[in-house]
């Protein structure tokens, strides 16, 4: 969990994680994965030192009706000291890799437009934003509106 | 005016991409696109995709054994068809999606009622029944996507009580494709 926090404290969002270390297990390793998960390790100095994850990415998979199959990265994040060492490129290119592998169309995520150095870090590699070139906008309902939209309709 | 609303199955794939390529016209990129119930390609002048390489395969996508999305359909009964006939006059695609702060979630990917059903509540009963799948399923939330300029869709969102993130926390969407994700599966 100790990442998440760390992504959720860069993004200045600590107080919204609400999901838990057992939900986490439950929806990524039970019969129903709702999402994938890749990690990067590293060798301590000994070699009797557990590998150290420094690094990881979430994703799972999308739709688009137009044009199939998407991969959806979800969350991706390399620890502060381990970062500009090529983690976060190598950890794109396995899931680029494993996007054309399952015949994904498109890799897809969702960057803050305040997130300077990883807006510059995707559309470097080619990245488009569609928000900005086609007008899309992310809406979301939360649980609340949730439940009053799921109600039997009065009319 | 009555109308049902019902899981889609294979036999829909017709008119799912028929509603599919009049959803494309209402968001004016239907020169971009062309479904059909076996698959999609696009035709696209920006060259971000060469046609007959990105094709959307409806009935393997959507109803083989593992399926990237479901559907919802809403239909009238036959003295309500079309002058064409049609009586699937509405649909919605969604798919499950997760999220790394709250969990679970419910992603409606499209959703679209024919142009003379408006305003009777079609749309409102499908996006009830995508919330109604979704809190089944354990979903905390429903996340989709609307076209700025597409000012009826987001009053009519806004009104049921949703919020733009885009607006709200600077959420962009970005896609990487085509030559772009060849390169990068190279570095």
Not at chain 2, 62 to 87: D, W
Not at chain 2, 102 to 114: F, P
Not at chain 2, 119 to 147: E, I, P, R, T, Y
Request: hydrophobic share 35%; with cysteine.
């Amino acid at each position: 969990m100790s990442e998440y926090e760390e992504l959720a404290k860069y993004e200045e969002m600590e107080h919204q994680v609400t999901l838990t270390e057992k939900e986490l297990l439950e929806d990524g390793f039970g019969d129903t994965p709702f999402y994938h998960c890749i990690i990067t390790e590293i060798q301590g100095q000994n070699s009797s030192e557990d590998p150290k994850v420094v690094g990881f990415a979430m994703y799972y998979f999308t739709y688009d009706p137009w044009v199939g199959k998407q991969l959806y990265l979800e969350e991706f994040y390399v620890m502060d000291e381990y970062r500009g060492l090529g983690i976060g490129s190598g950890i794109l290119r396995h899931l680029s890799n494993l996007a054309m592998k399952t015949r994904c169309t498109g890799m897809m995520f969702v960057v803050a437009e305040n997130n300077e150095p990883s807006v510059q870090f995707y559309k470097r590699r080619g990245a488009e934003d569609l928000s900005q070139e086609e007008g899309w906008r992310l809406f979301r309902f939360d649980k609340d509106s949730l439940v009053k939209m799921a109600a039997p309709s009065e009319e | 005016m009555d109308f049902s609303i019902r899981a889609a199955n294979v036999d829909d794939c017709k008119d799912i991409a028929r509603m599919i390529m009049e959803l494309a016209e209402y968001e004016k990129v239907s020169d971009h696109v062309k479904v059909t119930q076996k698959g999609a390609s696009c035709s696209s002048s920006d060259s971000r995709l060469s046609p007959g390489t990105s094709d959307a395969d409806l009935e393997q996508d959507g109803f083989s054994k593992n399926p990237f999305f479901h559907g919802i359909i809403a239909e009238v009964p036959e003295q309500h068809k079309t002058k064409e006939g049609h009586t699937k006059i509405g649909y919605a695609l969604y798919f499950y999606a997760y999220s790394s702060w709250s969990g679970r979630a419910i992603y409606m990917e499209d959703l679209y009622v024919m142009p003379e059903f408006r305003g009777k509540g079609v749309g409102k009963a499908l996006m009830s029944k995508v919330a109604q799948l979704g809190l089944a399923a354990g979903c905390h939330q429903l996340n989709f996507a609307v076209l700025d300029w597409n000012k009826p869709s987001m009053d009519f969102y806004l009104s049921q009580g949703c919020f733009d993130i885009t607006d709200t926390m600077g959420y962009h969407c970005l896609r990487c494709e085509g030559e772009a994700l060849k390169h990068l599966a190279q570095l």
